[in-house]
């Protein structure tokens, strides 16, 4: 099958063209409403770039064919079998991917107030696409799909169920679909069956979050209503006592203020100067204070949730590393695993510094867990969505 996959941002906008399983061109535009709109195309050996401005996702939609014309990659989008979109948040309407319809579409629109930013964006490229194409199928693959099989206990807040029902406070989780894709990879590497693994995934880049995955199905993940619970991440917070947001307030901060603080400041960044950990890391080397008090807090906060879901999962079968950071940063990885030793965890360092961005294994024989490296491929994942709704 011919699958385009589309990930919208607020002002940007990923594609990959798919033909079955293999990725033959992507295409990245950035800055879309701006003047300084950026798009590249790559396919196999090439690259072609366009510095024009995108005014917005229509346009974005039109450059998208024009340079998939002009490589001769794809000379028209008709051609397709279908397109797939990450759609950020599916509330608690949608735990599998769906073919997308009017009336998906009216959900989509009426989540749009639990992700301002995405789920409009998301839903600019799906109907700029169903205008010009209304003839290809189109498949919406939410983020926060794959947790819906939490457990009450697991998604609920200890607050009034009130609010629950009225404004939909729960936990919903992200980064679904890329811990999805790694415990499938990772049972792949096991050569055992994903319904018969516990696994704790860890999605470790600019945003951060842990899975427990239990037989197979979320139980329980570290991000929330929103995706800055959780891990400390690039420039979001995480995990904090909700009595500082009041007190901050009484200080004089407005909400849009407290927002931008703890989403845009906070994280890596508000405590190591630098939300990009390969910075943080040369920093580390020469004994910086901020940025080696950064990287503790990182480390420590990721392996407190790894203790309290190896409890939750009774059994542990292996942790899986992957994004930006899981997959490249060997002295994160070597630092988590130091201390899980209470957990039988016992890993080769040589073999962990030599997994840069490539799948692999650095446990020991005599480990309990296995400890996996396994780059996401969230592309890849929503193509093989498409494949099982049209089939």
């Known amino acids: 099958m011919k699958i385009l996959v589309i990930n919208a941002g607020s002002s940007s906008l990923k594609c990959q063209y798919f033909i079955g399983r293999k990725n033959i061109a992507s295409i990245l535009i950035e800055r879309i409403g701006e003047k300084e709109s950026h798009a590249t195309l790559t396919y196999e050996h090439h690259t072609i770039t366009h510095e024009k401005p995108v005014k917005d996702h229509h ?4 450059l998208l064919r024009a340079l998939f014309k002009l490589s001769g990659v794809l000379k028209d989008f008709s051609y397709l079998d279908a397109i797939g979109h990450r759609v950020v948040h599916g509330g608690e309407h949608f735990s599998t991917p769906v073919r997308i319809t009017p009336d998906v579409i009216k959900t989509i629109e009426s989540l749009i107030p639990l992700a301002p930013l995405h789920n409009r964006a998301n839903l600019a490229a799906i109907q700029a696409f169903r205008r010009a194409y209304p003839n290809i ?5 939410f983020d926060t799909a794959f947790h819906q099989s939490m457990p009450p206990y697991a998604y609920h807040y200890a607050i009034p169920l009130s609010l629950k029902e009225q404004y939909h406070i729960r936990r919903y989780g992200f980064h679904g679909t890329s811990h999805s894709y790694v415990a499938k ?10 319904e018969n693994l516990n696994l704790i995934t860890l999605h470790l880049g600019n945003g951060a979050s842990a899975c427990a995955i239990q037989n197979g199905k979320s139980i329980d993940t570290s991000m929330g209503f929103t ?8 420039t979001r917070s995480g995990d904090l006592d909700p009595a500082i947001l009041p007190y901050l307030e009484n200080q004089g901060y407005t909400t ?9 400041e906070s994280g890596l960044l508000g405590i190591g100067g630098s939300n990009d950990m390969r910075e943080i890391l040369s920093r580390c080397e020469l004994s910086d204070p901020n940025a ?3 990287l503790d807090i990182f480390v420590y906060r990721i392996q407190k949730y790894i203790g309290a879901y190896a409890i939750v999962l009774g059994a542990l079968d292996a942790i899986v590393f992957t994004g930006g950071i899981g997959e490249h ?4 990885r070597h630092k988590i695993c130091e201390g899980l030793g209470i957990l039988g965890i016992k890993y080769e360092k040589e073999r962990n510094a030599s997994l840069n961005g490539i799948s692999g294994s650095f446990h020991t024989k005599a480990s309990r867990t296995a400890l996996l490296v396994i780059p996401t491929n969230e592309e890849l994942e929503i193509a093989t969505a498409c494949k099982r709704v049209l089939a």
Do not use: D
């Open 329 to 332: 940063a060997s002295p994160v």
């Open 185 to 194: 990879e990772a049972a792949e590497y096991l050569s055992r069956p994903l």
């Open 256 to 264: 849009a203020q407290i927002n931008h603080l703890l989403n845009n």
């Open 227 to 234: 995706p800055l619970e959780g891990l400390v991440m690039g």
């Open 59 to 62: 346009e974005a939609l039109t």
């Open 292 to 294: 080696l008090l950064a």
């Open 137 to 141: 199928p189109q498949v919406a693959v």
